[in-house]
T-cell receptor, first 116, second 111 residues
Framework: ETGVTQSPTHLIKTRGQQVTLRCSSQ?????VSWYQQALGQGPQFIFQ???????GRGNFPPRFSGLQFPNYSSELNVNALELDDSALYLC???????????????FGPGTRLLVL | DAKTTQPNSMESNEEEPVHLPCNHS???????IHWYRQLPSQGPEYVIH???SNVNNRMASLAIAEDRKSSTLILHRATLRDAAVYYC????????????FGSGTKLNVKP
C-alpha cells in the first residue's frame, strides 16, 4: 500500500506567476483535501474533491482551484501568486462511501512554496 | 464552525505520561473528536478519534468528558519521538464537512 505523495517538494515562484502542485492519493482512496499551512500555524482547509467534483471549500479566493482525476490523483492550481501564498501545501486522502467520509485522513509530506 | 482550544505548548519528561487537554464547548452531537500530530518537516498523522466513549489504541488513549465539551489525549510513556505539534479537531462524518485545525499544542519531551 503506497502512501500519499506530493510533488514537487519545494518550489520558488515570483509574484503574479501561476503554480500547479500535484498529489497522488493513497491506493483506494476517492477523496482528497488540500490545506495551506503558513509557518507556525495549523493547516487551513482550502477545498476537498470527491469523485472528481469539488465537495467543500474553505475561505480561499477563486484563484485557488483544483482538479481530481479518474485515478484519484489531484492538482492544486494557484493563479496570480501573492507573497502571502508562501506556505506548505498539504494534501490528504481518505475513503468516502455511502455518504460518509472516511474517519481518517492520510497526509502527504507537503510542497513548500516560496513566492518572491 | 466548531472550534477547539488547546494550550500553545507543554513539556514532558521522557518515559512519563503526558495529558494533552482540548476544550470544545461548541461541539455538536454528530462531531467526532480527532487528534492528529505533526512531526517536524512532515505532514500531520492520525493519532486517535472518538465520539463519546474513551478510546485506546497502540499510540495513545483518548478520554472524553461526559458532556463532551472537553477531551484529553494521553500518551502513556512519552518518548523523544513524540515531540510534535498535537491538533485536536472536531469532525462531522458527513460528505462536505470541513476539517478545521487550530494552532495545536507543541509538545516538548525532555530526555
Amino acid at each position: 500500500e503506497t502512501g500519499v505523495t506530493q510533488s514537487p517538494t519545494h518550489l520558488i515562484k515570483t509574484r503574479g506567476q501561476q503554480v500547479t502542485l500535484r498529489c497522488s492519493s493513497q491506493s483506494g482512496h476517492n477523496t482528497v483535501s488540500w490545506y495551506q499551512q503558513a509557518l507556525g500555524q495549523g493547516p487551513q482547509f482550502i477545498f476537498q474533491y470527491y469523485r472528481e467534483e469539488e465537495n467543500g471549500r474553505g475561505n480561499f479566493p477563486p484563484r485557488f482551484s483544483g482538479l481530481q482525476f479518474p485515478n484519484y490523483s489531484s492538482e492544486l492550481n494557484v493563479n496570480a501568486l501573492e507573497l502571502d501564498d508562501s506556505a506548505l501545501y498539504l494534501c490528504a486522502s481518505s475513503l468516502a462511501y455511502g455518504g460518509r467520509e472516511g474517519e481518517t485522513q492520510y497526509f502527504g509530506p507537503g510542497t513548500r512554496l516560496l513566492v518572491l | 464552525d466548531a472550534k477547539t482550544t488547546q494550550p500553545n505548548s507543554m513539556e514532558s519528561n521522557e518515559e512519563e505520561p503526558v495529558h494533552l487537554p482540548c476544550n470544545h464547548s461548541t461541539i455538536s452531537g454528530t462531531d467526532y473528536i480527532h487528534w492528529y500530530r505533526q512531526l517536524p518537516s512532515q505532514g500531520p498523522e492520525y493519532v486517535i478519534h472518538g465520539l463519546t466513549s474513551n478510546v485506546n489504541n497502540r499510540m495513545a488513549s483518548l478520554a472524553i468528558a461526559e458532556d463532551r465539551k472537553s477531551s484529553t489525549l494521553i500518551l502513556h510513556r512519552a518518548t523523544l519521538r513524540d515531540a510534535a505539534v498535537y491538533y485536536c479537531i472536531l469532525r462531522a462524518v458527513v460528505i462536505r464537512n470541513k476539517f478545521y485545525f487550530g494552532s495545536g499544542t507543541k509538545l516538548n519531551v525532555k530526555p
